[in-house]
Protein backbone atom coordinates (compact mmCIF):
# COMPACT_ATOMS: atom_id res chain seq x y z
CA UNK A 1 0.00 0.00 0.00
CA UNK A 2 1.01 3.22 -1.00
CA UNK A 3 0.68 6.04 2.19
CA UNK A 4 0.88 9.73 1.99
CA UNK A 5 2.30 11.28 5.34
CA UNK A 6 1.85 15.23 6.27
CA UNK A 7 4.39 16.70 8.09
CA UNK A 8 7.96 16.32 8.27
CA UNK A 9 8.60 17.06 12.40
CA UNK A 10 9.38 14.63 14.56
CA UNK A 11 5.83 12.68 14.80
CA UNK A 12 5.80 12.42 10.95
CA UNK A 13 9.61 11.17 10.42
CA UNK A 14 8.61 8.43 13.06
CA UNK A 15 5.10 7.74 11.39
CA UNK A 16 6.98 7.36 8.02
CA UNK A 17 9.60 4.93 9.41
CA UNK A 18 7.02 2.48 11.37
CA UNK A 19 4.87 2.34 7.87
CA UNK A 20 8.02 1.25 6.45
CA UNK A 21 8.72 -1.04 8.86
CA UNK A 22 5.53 -2.65 7.90
CA UNK A 23 6.09 -2.96 4.51
CA UNK A 24 4.09 0.01 3.12
CA UNK A 25 5.75 2.70 0.38
CA UNK A 26 5.85 5.98 2.17
CA UNK A 27 5.27 9.38 0.08
CA UNK A 28 5.86 12.15 2.75
CA UNK A 29 4.72 15.61 2.14
CA UNK A 30 5.90 19.05 4.04
CA UNK A 31 5.56 22.59 3.02
CA UNK A 32 8.96 23.40 4.26
CA UNK A 33 12.14 22.77 2.42
CA UNK A 34 13.63 20.62 5.15
CA UNK A 35 13.03 18.79 8.25
CA UNK A 36 11.59 19.92 11.32
CA UNK A 37 10.65 23.63 10.10
CA UNK A 38 8.19 23.11 13.19
CA UNK A 39 7.71 22.92 16.90
CA UNK A 40 10.53 19.62 16.05
CA UNK A 41 13.09 22.06 15.28
CA UNK A 42 15.05 23.50 18.75
CA UNK A 43 12.66 22.28 21.59
CA UNK A 44 14.04 21.63 24.88
CA UNK A 45 15.39 18.61 23.92
CA UNK A 46 14.18 16.89 26.90
CA UNK A 47 12.89 12.88 26.37
CA UNK A 48 10.97 13.20 29.90
CA UNK A 49 9.55 9.28 29.87
CA UNK A 50 8.57 10.63 33.72
CA UNK A 51 7.22 13.77 33.80
CA UNK A 52 4.20 13.30 31.73
CA UNK A 53 1.17 14.86 33.53
CA UNK A 54 -0.67 16.96 31.68
CA UNK A 55 -0.88 21.25 31.78
CA UNK A 56 -4.67 20.28 32.56
CA UNK A 57 -4.37 19.65 36.20
CA UNK A 58 -7.37 20.36 38.84
CA UNK A 59 -4.67 22.88 40.41
CA UNK A 60 -4.97 25.01 37.21
CA UNK A 61 -8.34 26.94 37.41
CA UNK A 62 -7.67 28.60 41.06
CA UNK A 63 -3.81 29.45 39.05
CA UNK A 64 -5.75 31.22 36.40
CA UNK A 65 -5.85 34.68 37.68
CA UNK A 66 -2.37 34.57 38.20
CA UNK A 67 -1.72 32.91 35.02
CA UNK A 68 -2.67 35.50 33.18
CA UNK A 69 -2.78 38.85 34.98
CA UNK A 70 0.60 38.00 36.52
CA UNK A 71 3.71 40.09 34.88
CA UNK A 72 5.94 37.46 35.19
CA UNK A 73 3.68 34.49 34.01
CA UNK A 74 4.97 32.18 31.54
CA UNK A 75 1.41 32.33 30.15
CA UNK A 76 -0.30 34.18 27.46
CA UNK A 77 -3.50 34.75 25.52
CA UNK A 78 -4.51 36.89 23.08
CA UNK A 79 -7.47 38.84 22.80
CA UNK A 80 -9.69 38.25 19.68
CA UNK A 81 -9.32 34.56 19.80
CA UNK A 82 -11.21 32.15 17.45
CA UNK A 83 -14.19 30.63 18.25
CA UNK A 84 -12.25 27.06 17.97
CA UNK A 85 -9.86 28.53 20.59
CA UNK A 86 -12.32 29.41 22.70
CA UNK A 87 -14.45 26.29 22.38
CA UNK A 88 -11.12 24.32 22.84
CA UNK A 89 -10.35 26.50 26.49
CA UNK A 90 -13.95 24.96 27.61
CA UNK A 91 -12.79 21.85 26.65
CA UNK A 92 -9.52 22.38 28.81
CA UNK A 93 -10.96 23.67 31.89
CA UNK A 94 -13.47 20.67 32.01
CA UNK A 95 -10.25 18.49 31.88
CA UNK A 96 -8.87 20.27 34.96
CA UNK A 97 -9.99 17.22 37.25
CA UNK A 98 -7.91 14.55 39.21
CA UNK A 99 -9.81 11.89 37.47
CA UNK A 100 -8.85 13.26 34.42
CA UNK A 101 -5.41 14.14 34.63
CA UNK A 102 -4.86 10.96 36.78
CA UNK A 103 -6.64 9.30 33.60
CA UNK A 104 -3.87 11.42 30.67
CA UNK A 105 -1.00 10.86 33.24
CA UNK A 106 -1.47 7.14 32.66
CA UNK A 107 -2.04 6.78 29.13
CA UNK A 108 0.74 8.74 28.64
CA UNK A 109 3.00 6.74 30.49
CA UNK A 110 2.18 3.97 29.16
CA UNK A 111 2.85 5.39 25.56
CA UNK A 112 6.20 6.96 26.97
CA UNK A 113 7.59 3.92 27.73
CA UNK A 114 6.47 2.36 24.24
CA UNK A 115 7.99 4.98 23.07
CA UNK A 116 11.38 4.85 24.81
CA UNK A 117 12.14 1.05 24.11
CA UNK A 118 11.46 1.62 20.24
CA UNK A 119 13.67 5.26 20.49
CA UNK A 120 16.48 2.90 21.99
CA UNK A 121 16.06 0.04 19.62
CA UNK A 122 16.94 2.72 16.44
CA UNK A 123 19.46 5.00 18.16
CA UNK A 124 21.17 1.69 19.18
CA UNK A 125 20.88 0.82 15.23
CA UNK A 126 22.48 4.20 14.44
CA UNK A 127 25.72 4.04 11.88
CA UNK A 128 28.37 5.24 14.60
CA UNK A 129 28.87 8.64 12.29
CA UNK A 130 25.23 9.94 13.31
CA UNK A 131 25.58 12.08 16.34
CA UNK A 132 21.83 13.09 17.62
CA UNK A 133 23.58 14.50 20.66
CA UNK A 134 21.88 11.73 22.74
CA UNK A 135 23.00 11.81 26.46
CA UNK A 136 20.85 10.12 29.62
CA UNK A 137 21.90 12.91 32.05
CA UNK A 138 18.73 12.34 33.97
CA UNK A 139 16.26 15.15 35.01
CA UNK A 140 16.49 16.88 38.34
CA UNK A 141 12.69 18.87 38.48
CA UNK A 142 13.06 21.83 41.40
CA UNK A 143 10.58 22.80 43.80
CA UNK A 144 10.89 26.49 44.99
CA UNK A 145 7.82 26.56 47.40
CA UNK A 146 6.67 24.05 49.75
CA UNK A 147 3.02 23.70 47.82
CA UNK A 148 4.70 23.21 44.93
CA UNK A 149 6.94 20.34 46.42
CA UNK A 150 3.75 18.59 48.07
CA UNK A 151 1.96 18.70 44.59
CA UNK A 152 5.00 16.81 42.79
CA UNK A 153 5.55 14.28 46.33
CA UNK A 154 1.98 13.07 45.50
CA UNK A 155 2.61 12.92 41.70
CA UNK A 156 5.55 10.63 42.52
CA UNK A 157 3.29 8.81 44.54
CA UNK A 158 0.68 8.07 41.86
CA UNK A 159 3.26 7.20 39.61
CA UNK A 160 5.33 5.06 41.59
CA UNK A 161 6.02 1.37 40.21
CA UNK A 162 4.45 2.67 36.73
CA UNK A 163 6.69 5.06 35.48
CA UNK A 164 10.55 5.38 35.88
CA UNK A 165 11.85 5.41 39.04
CA UNK A 166 11.82 8.84 40.41
CA UNK A 167 13.52 10.39 43.84
CA UNK A 168 12.05 12.86 46.11
CA UNK A 169 15.05 14.91 47.20
CA UNK A 170 15.63 17.91 49.50
CA UNK A 171 17.15 21.13 48.42
CA UNK A 172 20.88 20.09 50.12
CA UNK A 173 20.87 16.64 47.96
CA UNK A 174 19.74 18.74 45.10
CA UNK A 175 22.71 20.83 44.71
CA UNK A 176 24.32 17.14 45.26
CA UNK A 177 22.93 16.07 42.18
CA UNK A 178 23.62 19.47 40.42
CA UNK A 179 26.71 21.76 42.00
CA UNK A 180 25.70 24.29 39.67
CA UNK A 181 22.54 25.46 40.89
CA UNK A 182 23.09 29.28 42.26
CA UNK A 183 22.15 29.57 45.96
CA UNK A 184 20.49 32.92 44.66
CA UNK A 185 16.71 31.30 44.83
CA UNK A 186 15.25 29.75 47.77
CA UNK A 187 15.01 26.27 47.04
CA UNK A 188 12.99 23.14 49.24
CA UNK A 189 13.91 20.11 47.05
CA UNK A 190 13.12 18.53 43.86
CA UNK A 191 12.26 15.04 42.01
CA UNK A 192 15.08 13.54 40.59
CA UNK A 193 14.58 10.80 37.82
CA UNK A 194 18.64 9.35 36.59
CA UNK A 195 17.19 7.41 33.92
CA UNK A 196 15.99 10.45 31.47
CA UNK A 197 17.57 11.27 28.82
CA UNK A 198 17.69 14.32 26.23
CA UNK A 199 18.68 14.46 22.67
CA UNK A 200 18.23 17.42 19.70
CA UNK A 201 14.90 16.58 18.06
CA UNK A 202 16.28 18.02 14.71
CA UNK A 203 18.94 16.22 14.18
CA UNK A 204 16.78 13.03 15.17
CA UNK A 205 14.36 13.98 12.51
CA UNK A 206 17.65 14.83 9.88
CA UNK A 207 18.75 11.22 10.88
CA UNK A 208 15.32 9.86 10.08
CA UNK A 209 15.17 11.19 6.75
CA UNK A 210 18.82 10.21 5.56
CA UNK A 211 17.61 6.79 6.63
CA UNK A 212 14.46 7.02 5.21
CA UNK A 213 15.82 8.07 1.44
CA UNK A 214 18.45 5.41 1.14
CA UNK A 215 15.84 3.08 1.73
CA UNK A 216 14.82 4.05 -1.60
CA UNK A 217 10.99 3.23 -0.65
CA UNK A 218 10.31 6.49 0.48
CA UNK A 219 9.54 9.22 -1.24
CA UNK A 220 9.82 13.13 -0.08
CA UNK A 221 7.97 16.02 -1.66
CA UNK A 222 9.62 19.65 -0.05
CA UNK A 223 7.81 22.61 -0.67
CA UNK A 224 4.18 21.10 -1.21
CA UNK A 225 1.76 22.76 1.10
CA UNK A 226 -1.12 20.52 0.79
CA UNK A 227 -4.48 22.49 0.18
CA UNK A 228 -6.98 20.47 -0.62
CA UNK A 229 -8.49 16.75 -1.38
CA UNK A 230 -9.71 14.62 -4.23
CA UNK A 231 -13.15 12.70 -2.42
CA UNK A 232 -14.38 11.94 -5.62
CA UNK A 233 -16.96 8.87 -4.41
CA UNK A 234 -16.57 8.96 -0.68
CA UNK A 235 -12.99 7.64 -1.08
CA UNK A 236 -10.43 10.20 -0.74
CA UNK A 237 -8.17 9.26 -3.37
CA UNK A 238 -5.76 12.18 -3.45
CA UNK A 239 -3.88 15.27 -1.62
CA UNK A 240 -3.74 18.52 -3.79
CA UNK A 241 -0.85 20.37 -2.79
CA UNK A 242 0.38 23.80 -3.89
CA UNK A 243 3.90 23.69 -5.23
CA UNK A 244 5.70 26.73 -6.68
CA UNK A 245 2.10 28.33 -7.86
CA UNK A 246 0.45 24.91 -8.42
CA UNK A 247 -1.35 22.54 -7.66
CA UNK A 248 -0.49 18.81 -7.69
CA UNK A 249 -1.86 15.96 -7.70
CA UNK A 250 -0.45 13.31 -5.26
CA UNK A 251 -2.34 10.12 -4.84
CA UNK A 252 -2.29 7.12 -2.26
CA UNK A 253 -3.91 4.84 -0.66
CA UNK A 254 -4.26 6.03 2.82
CA UNK A 255 -3.40 9.45 4.42
CA UNK A 256 -1.33 10.31 8.02
CA UNK A 257 -2.20 13.76 8.81
CA UNK A 258 0.93 14.48 11.35
CA UNK A 259 0.76 17.91 10.65
CA UNK A 260 1.82 19.34 13.98
CA UNK A 261 0.03 21.98 15.11
CA UNK A 262 -1.64 22.86 11.53
CA UNK A 263 -3.05 19.31 11.76
CA UNK A 264 -7.01 20.76 12.05
CA UNK A 265 -6.21 23.04 9.13
CA UNK A 266 -5.62 20.33 7.21
CA UNK A 267 -8.28 17.95 7.88
CA UNK A 268 -10.67 20.97 7.81
CA UNK A 269 -11.18 20.23 4.18
CA UNK A 270 -12.05 16.56 4.98
CA UNK A 271 -14.67 17.75 7.67
CA UNK A 272 -12.62 16.28 10.12
CA UNK A 273 -12.29 18.19 13.32
CA UNK A 274 -9.02 17.89 15.43
CA UNK A 275 -8.92 19.41 18.72
CA UNK A 276 -5.77 20.86 18.45
CA UNK A 277 -4.35 24.28 19.33
CA UNK A 278 -0.52 26.09 18.80
CA UNK A 279 1.00 26.77 22.03
CA UNK A 280 3.70 28.75 21.35
CA UNK A 281 7.48 28.46 23.02
CA UNK A 282 10.43 29.85 22.56
CA UNK A 283 14.05 28.84 23.36
CA UNK A 284 17.03 29.94 22.89
CA UNK A 285 20.99 28.05 22.73
CA UNK A 286 23.35 29.26 25.35
CA UNK A 287 27.29 28.52 24.27
CA UNK A 288 28.30 26.73 27.40
CA UNK A 289 31.60 29.14 28.18
CA UNK A 290 28.94 31.97 28.77
CA UNK A 291 27.36 29.83 31.42
CA UNK A 292 29.27 30.45 34.76
CA UNK A 293 28.09 26.99 35.97
CA UNK A 294 27.34 24.92 32.88
CA UNK A 295 25.10 21.72 34.27
CA UNK A 296 25.78 18.11 34.08
CA UNK A 297 21.94 16.78 34.25
CA UNK A 298 18.79 18.29 32.97
CA UNK A 299 17.01 20.54 34.91
CA UNK A 300 13.38 21.91 34.75
CA UNK A 301 13.22 24.75 37.43
CA UNK A 302 8.96 24.60 37.97
CA UNK A 303 8.55 28.29 39.28
CA UNK A 304 9.46 29.80 35.92
CA UNK A 305 8.31 26.75 33.68
CA UNK A 306 11.58 26.27 32.24
CA UNK A 307 13.75 23.67 31.39
CA UNK A 308 17.19 23.45 30.59
CA UNK A 309 19.38 20.34 28.88
CA UNK A 310 23.06 20.50 28.42
CA UNK A 311 23.70 19.69 24.67
CA UNK A 312 26.93 18.54 22.26
CA UNK A 313 30.34 18.30 22.90
CA UNK A 314 33.47 20.81 22.52
CA UNK A 315 32.90 23.82 20.60
CA UNK A 316 29.12 23.09 20.24
CA UNK A 317 28.11 22.37 23.78
CA UNK A 318 25.69 24.66 25.01
CA UNK A 319 22.59 25.01 26.88
CA UNK A 320 19.36 24.93 25.46
CA UNK A 321 16.68 26.69 27.65
CA UNK A 322 12.77 26.60 26.92
CA UNK A 323 9.67 27.68 28.45
CA UNK A 324 6.73 29.75 27.99
CA UNK A 325 3.41 28.43 26.85
CA UNK A 326 1.19 31.01 24.82
CA UNK A 327 -2.07 30.66 23.41
CA UNK A 328 -1.90 33.31 20.96
CA UNK A 329 -2.54 31.56 17.63
CA UNK A 330 -0.14 30.73 14.90
CA UNK A 331 2.00 33.91 15.08
CA UNK A 332 5.77 32.82 15.41
CA UNK A 333 6.72 35.86 15.90
CA UNK A 334 9.94 36.16 18.44
CA UNK A 335 9.41 39.35 21.49
CA UNK A 336 12.86 40.00 22.19
CA UNK A 337 11.73 40.57 26.23
CA UNK A 338 10.52 36.55 26.10
CA UNK A 339 14.30 35.88 24.79
CA UNK A 340 15.55 38.25 27.57
CA UNK A 341 13.15 36.43 30.07
CA UNK A 342 15.06 32.82 29.14
CA UNK A 343 18.40 34.12 29.45
CA UNK A 344 16.93 35.74 32.78
CA UNK A 345 16.91 32.21 34.21
CA UNK A 346 20.16 31.32 33.12
CA UNK A 347 21.55 33.54 35.24
CA UNK A 348 19.50 33.29 37.93
CA UNK A 349 20.00 29.45 37.89
CA UNK A 350 23.45 28.67 36.81
CA UNK A 351 24.79 32.52 36.35
CA UNK A 352 26.15 33.84 33.19
CA UNK A 353 30.14 34.34 32.80
CA UNK A 354 28.87 37.03 29.93
CA UNK A 355 26.09 38.22 27.72
CA UNK A 356 26.34 35.80 25.08
CA UNK A 357 25.99 37.61 21.45
CA UNK A 358 23.99 34.92 19.69
CA UNK A 359 21.76 32.76 21.54
CA UNK A 360 19.42 31.38 18.40
CA UNK A 361 16.38 32.53 19.25
CA UNK A 362 13.44 30.47 18.22
CA UNK A 363 9.71 29.85 18.92
CA UNK A 364 7.96 27.03 18.00
CA UNK A 365 4.14 25.68 17.97
CA UNK A 366 3.14 22.51 20.45
CA UNK A 367 0.37 20.80 19.10
CA UNK A 368 -2.21 20.57 22.13
CA UNK A 369 -4.95 18.96 22.96
CA UNK A 370 -7.21 19.88 25.83
CA UNK A 371 -6.64 17.17 27.59
CA UNK A 372 -2.95 16.53 27.36
CA UNK A 373 -4.15 13.33 25.41
CA UNK A 374 -2.80 13.02 21.32
CA UNK A 375 -4.87 12.17 18.57
CA UNK A 376 -3.74 9.14 17.31
CA UNK A 377 -5.82 6.80 14.94
CA UNK A 378 -8.50 6.34 12.27
CA UNK A 379 -11.04 9.17 11.19
CA UNK A 380 -14.29 7.92 11.72
CA UNK A 381 -15.33 9.93 8.25
CA UNK A 382 -12.85 8.86 6.34
CA UNK A 383 -11.96 4.64 6.56
CA UNK A 384 -8.26 5.69 4.67
CA UNK A 385 -7.40 8.78 6.63
CA UNK A 386 -5.62 9.08 9.87
CA UNK A 387 -4.56 11.38 12.23
CA UNK A 388 -1.25 11.50 14.68
CA UNK A 389 -0.55 14.65 16.33
CA UNK A 390 -1.72 16.48 19.59
CA UNK A 391 1.29 15.55 21.59
CA UNK A 392 1.52 18.88 22.69
CA UNK A 393 4.67 19.72 25.06
CA UNK A 394 5.85 15.77 25.03
CA UNK A 395 5.93 15.19 20.82
CA UNK A 396 9.42 14.56 21.07
CA UNK A 397 9.52 11.62 24.11
CA UNK A 398 6.07 10.34 22.74
CA UNK A 399 7.04 10.35 18.67
CA UNK A 400 8.48 7.11 18.27
CA UNK A 401 5.44 5.13 20.82
CA UNK A 402 3.09 7.01 19.14
CA UNK A 403 4.27 6.43 15.47
CA UNK A 404 3.87 2.39 16.78
CA UNK A 405 -0.06 3.09 17.83
CA UNK A 406 -0.22 4.70 14.31
CA UNK A 407 1.27 1.57 12.55
CA UNK A 408 -0.89 -0.82 14.43
CA UNK A 409 -4.01 1.12 13.36
CA UNK A 410 -3.46 1.28 9.72
CA UNK A 411 -2.55 -2.33 9.59
CA UNK A 412 -5.68 -2.83 11.79
CA UNK A 413 -4.36 -4.65 14.48
CA UNK A 414 -4.91 -4.49 18.02
CA UNK A 415 -3.27 -1.53 19.85
CA UNK A 416 -0.50 -1.94 22.16
CA UNK A 417 -1.99 -0.13 24.81
CA UNK A 418 -5.49 -1.72 24.21
CA UNK A 419 -8.35 0.13 22.53
CA UNK A 420 -9.27 2.49 25.81
CA UNK A 421 -6.41 4.54 25.66
CA UNK A 422 -8.37 7.45 24.73
CA UNK A 423 -6.23 8.69 21.77
CA UNK A 424 -9.22 8.36 19.44
CA UNK A 425 -11.31 10.67 21.22
CA UNK A 426 -10.59 13.44 19.37
CA UNK A 427 -11.05 12.37 16.11
CA UNK A 428 -14.80 13.49 15.71
CA UNK A 429 -16.38 14.75 12.25
CA UNK A 430 -16.93 17.90 12.09
CA UNK A 431 -20.53 18.92 13.61
CA UNK A 432 -23.10 19.18 10.59
CA UNK A 433 -20.79 18.17 7.53
C1 LIG B 1 9.38 25.68 23.20
C2 LIG B 1 9.08 24.21 23.03
C3 LIG B 1 9.77 23.28 23.79
C4 LIG B 1 9.48 21.92 23.68
N1 LIG B 1 10.21 21.02 24.39
C5 LIG B 1 9.96 19.70 24.26
C6 LIG B 1 10.75 18.76 24.96
O1 LIG B 1 11.70 19.12 25.65
N2 LIG B 1 10.44 17.44 24.86
C7 LIG B 1 9.39 17.02 24.09
O2 LIG B 1 9.12 15.81 24.07
N3 LIG B 1 8.66 17.89 23.36
C8 LIG B 1 8.92 19.22 23.44
N4 LIG B 1 8.17 20.12 22.75
C9 LIG B 1 7.05 19.63 21.94
C10 LIG B 1 7.51 19.08 20.61
O3 LIG B 1 8.47 19.94 20.05
C11 LIG B 1 6.30 18.95 19.67
O4 LIG B 1 5.27 18.23 20.31
C12 LIG B 1 6.70 18.17 18.42
O5 LIG B 1 7.80 18.78 17.80
C13 LIG B 1 5.53 18.12 17.44
O6 LIG B 1 5.98 17.42 16.32
P1 LIG B 1 5.08 17.32 15.02
O7 LIG B 1 5.82 16.51 14.05
O8 LIG B 1 3.70 16.89 15.43
O9 LIG B 1 4.90 18.83 14.54
P2 LIG B 1 5.94 19.79 13.80
O10 LIG B 1 7.32 19.53 14.20
O11 LIG B 1 5.42 21.17 13.97
O12 LIG B 1 5.82 19.34 12.29
C14 LIG B 1 4.68 19.60 11.52
C15 LIG B 1 5.13 19.69 10.07
O13 LIG B 1 3.97 19.80 9.25
C16 LIG B 1 4.26 20.67 8.19
N5 LIG B 1 2.98 21.22 7.69
C17 LIG B 1 2.08 21.97 8.37
N6 LIG B 1 1.04 22.28 7.58
C18 LIG B 1 1.28 21.70 6.37
C19 LIG B 1 0.57 21.66 5.14
N7 LIG B 1 -0.62 22.27 4.96
N8 LIG B 1 1.11 20.98 4.10
C20 LIG B 1 2.31 20.35 4.24
N9 LIG B 1 3.03 20.37 5.38
C21 LIG B 1 2.51 21.03 6.44
C22 LIG B 1 5.17 21.73 8.81
O14 LIG B 1 5.97 22.37 7.83
C23 LIG B 1 6.00 20.90 9.78
O15 LIG B 1 7.22 20.48 9.22
C24 LIG B 1 8.45 21.49 22.80
C25 LIG B 1 7.78 22.42 22.00
C26 LIG B 1 8.09 23.77 22.10
C27 LIG B 1 7.37 24.76 21.22
Known sequence: MKVAVIGGGIVGWT??????????DVVLVDRAGAPAAGASGQNGAQLSYGFVAPLASAAIPAQIPKLLFSADSPFRMRPGLSLDTWRWCLQFLAACTHQQSERTTRALLALAHESHTHFTQWRN????????EHAQRGKLVLHRDQASLDAAGRQVALQAGVG???ELV???????????????????GGVWTP?????????????????LARDGRTEVR???????????????RALLARHQGRLERIDADAFVIA??????????????????????????????????????????????KTVFAPLGDGPARRLRVAGFAELVGNDLHIPPDR?????????????????????????????????????????????????????????????????????????GRPRALGREDGFRAGLAPLAGV
Open 222 to 236: WSHQVAGWDTAGGQV
Open 125 to 132: GLDAGVDI
Open 15 to 24: SARALRAAGH
Open 339 to 411: IARLLGTVEDVFGLRAQPKDVRPWAGLRPATPTGLPCIGRTRRHPNVYVNSGQGALGFTLAFGSAELLAAEVA
Open 170 to 188: DAARCRALEPALTDGKPLV
Open 195 to 211: SEEVADCAKVCAALADE
Open 164 to 166: PAQ
Open 259 to 304: AGAQTPTVTKGLGVHVPVQPLKGYSIDVPADAVRGMPQVSVTDTSV
